[in-house]
């Protein structure tokens, strides 16, 4: 069975840092793209970040893009994602998900982290 | 940058067929996949590649993408069903896309 378990999450001052770690178990893991999106108290579905397989490639849209740093460890089937100059507006629950096969899509979610970001 | 356009709710009464629309500029040439999710719980993914269901969700789930709209079709509506359901596409900037969710309520 597919399982993916984020962590991390908390409540962060604005301008602070914050690791998000994600665990994933039931695949192979280095076989598959990996993704982080969030969602904003009360909004809808936002795409963070993107890393390959192999980790040689990563993806962001620019709303996170020089702020947020996506990585994983094949060896311990984790991903991360390293958020950096925090913003209020960047208060969301951020969920993990293991891309699809083939056609660019999210087949299985963690139940998110939820990261705060307030004075 | 690419936009889908879904309608903020849809109403259905139980038992009967709701249709969820997802418009964007020529989306018929795209691969769309939807995702259901309820209150307090994370996405779940309903319909890939425009018409696929994953295993484990039930045949009354459908979708069609045609032309300018990509469409989920529920029937015979459950009150299970009731939820907020986004159609998400993949743009060629490498830009994953999401639309802006349709709250279903099922009366």
């Known amino acids: 069975e597919v399982q993916v378990l984020e962590s991390g999450g908390g409540l962060v001052q604005p301008g602070g840092s914050l690791r998000l770690s994600c665990a994933a178990s039931?695949?192979?893991?280095?076989?598959?793209?990996m993704n982080w999106v969030r969602q904003a108290p009360g909004e809808g579905l936002e795409w963070v970040s993107t890393?390959?397989?192999?980790?040689?490639?990563?993806f962001y849209p620019d709303s996170v893009k020089g702020r947020f740093t996506i990585s994983r460890d094949n060896s311990r089937n984790t991903l991360y994602l390293q958020l950096s100059s925090l913003r209020v507006e960047d208060t969301a629950v951020y969920y993990c998900?293991?891309?699809?096969?083939?056609?660019?899509?999210?087949?299985?979610w963690g139940q998110g982290t939820l990261v705060t970001v307030s004075s | 940058s690419y936009e889908l356009t879904q309608p903020l709710s849809v109403s259905v009464a139980l038992g009967q067929t709701a249709r969820i629309t997802c418009g964007g500029n020529?989306?018929?040439?795209?691969?769309v996949h939807w995702y259901q999710q309820k209150p307090g719980q994370a996405p779940v993914l309903v319909i890939f590649?425009?018409?696929n269901r994953p295993s484990g969700i039930p045949e009354r789930f459908s979708a069609s993408n045609s032309g300018n709209t990509a469409t989920l079709t529920i029937s015979r509506a459950q009150a299970g069903d009731e939820a907020d359901y986004y159609c998400?596409?993949?743009?060629?900037?490498?830009?994953?896309?999401f639309g802006s969710g349709t709250k279903v309520t099922v009366l």
């Open positions: 998900a293991k891309e699809g096969a083939g056609t660019y899509h999210f087949d299985y």
């Open positions: 039931g695949f192979t893991f280095k076989h598959y793209a």
């Open positions: 998400q596409v993949w743009d060629s900037s490498f830009t994953y896309v």
């Open positions: 590649r425009d018409t």
């Open positions: 020529n989306i018929g040439t795209k691969n």
């Open positions: 890393i390959s397989g192999g980790g040689d490639r990563t």
